[in-house]
Each structure stands twice: as C-alpha cells, then as structure tokens.
C-alpha cells in the first residue's frame, strides 16, 4: 500500500467542495439511518484514498455520498424486510431497486451542484454497488469497502442489530466472518481488523 498523506488543512479544503453535494442530498439521506451510514462510510473513503493515489477523490467521494439515496423511495418495512431479514437480501428486488432509484436521483443532483461532468463515473458505481459480485475498477472498490467498513463500528451495530433481529455478539462474528473475507482492497482489511477489535471489546461481546 501506498500512503499520501495530507495536512489537515489540505484535507478541510478537499472535503469541503462536497458541501454543495452534501446539502441537496441531505433530504434523501433522512431515510434507513443514511444520515449516519453515509457520514461515516464518507470517512472511511477518505482514509482508504490515502492508500491510493491512483484513485480519483472525487469520483469516490460523490458516489459515496451518493451511493444509497435511493432508499429514500422505497418504503421502510419493505426495507428491514426484504433489504435485511430475507434469505437472498443481498441479491432481492429492493436492492436492485434502490441503486436504479439512486442513480436517477444522483444525475439531477450533479448537475445541479457543479459535478455533470462526473455523472457517467458516479453513476456506474452507484449502479450495483450492493448486486455486483465484482468491482468494476479501483475507485468501485474504495466506494465498496467505504460503504462496508462502517459496520465495524459501534454505531453500525446499534442499528443494523435492530434490522436483522441479530445480537451485537452474532453481528460481530457475522463482520469477522464474512464481510471482512468480502471487502476488496489490502487497505480497507488493514483498517477492518483493528476497528472489529476495538468494537468488539467495547460491546463487551466476549461477555454478552
């Protein structure tokens, strides 16, 4: 891996362009706790980009913030329903669903902020994000295991427990056993294993 590092300052001034973005989704992310999975997995993409400079930071960071807000169409119950709790939820209709709704919803809003000439690349990884079984380049994968690495912390497990009537203690085997050995890139399972730790001692699941 290779790092780039940033001065925090140099890091404000990038992540700041995205207000514009962030500010017309916002109405969108009020939808399946988007207004946290987002925010944070908007993080985590972050830190993935400075293992990759061969990435394009704003290609990434767009599709992230933009990857779920087309669960803003879709209805709540059919959500935790089919999204969390069905035997194929990975690979079901709402799923699909809800990156078509998404990426419908995301051309308007690039154009609108600035960002059209971006569409086709956001979209595309909007497009599949959760149905694809493989990525399609390296700034796909980053948004991926983005999107992923929030369930390794505590945050995460408050809310995703609830939807798949799963203990903390189940839901962390479940991150050690089968969403780290799926996210994609040396960076993002760096950075997994030591935040699946660090919540797992913090929930106490060795106890409870």
């Not at 995205?18 to 944070?40: C, G, M, T």
């Not at 990857?67 to 699909?96: C, K, P, T």
Request: charged share 30%.
């Amino acid at each position: 891996m290779r790092a780039r590092s940033k001065s925090l300052a140099e890091r404000v001034i990038c992540t700041a362009r995205y207000d514009p973005i962030w500010r017309a989704a916002e109405p969108y992310l009020r939808a399946r706790k988007n207004d946290i999975h987002v925010p944070l997995s908007f993080q985590w993409c972050l830190r993935l980009l400075e293992h990759y400079p061969d990435a394009d930071p704003d290609v990434c960071c767009l599709a992230i913030i933009l990857h779920d807000i087309g669960w803003y169409a879709i209805d709540m119950d059919r959500i935790v329903q089919e999204g969390f709790r069905s035997e194929n939820m990975l690979e079901n209709d709402v799923r699909f669903l809800h990156e078509a709704e998404g990426v419908r919803m995301a051309k308007p809003i690039l154009a609108d902020t600035g960002f059209g000439h971006l569409t086709d690349q956001v979209c595309e990884i909007i497009d599949g994000h959760d149905t694809r079984r493989t990525p399609r380049h390296l700034n796909d994968s980053i948004v991926r295991d983005a999107d992923k690495l929030w369930r390794f912390e505590p945050a995460a497990v408050a809310i995703v427990t609830d939807w798949m009537v799963m203990s903390p203690n189940a839901f962390c085997h479940r991150l050690r056993t089968k969403v780290l050995p799926q996210l994609e890139t040396e960076a993002a399972r760096h950075l997994a294993r030591p935040e699946l730790e660090r919540t797992c001692a913090r929930l106490m699941v060795h106890v409870i």
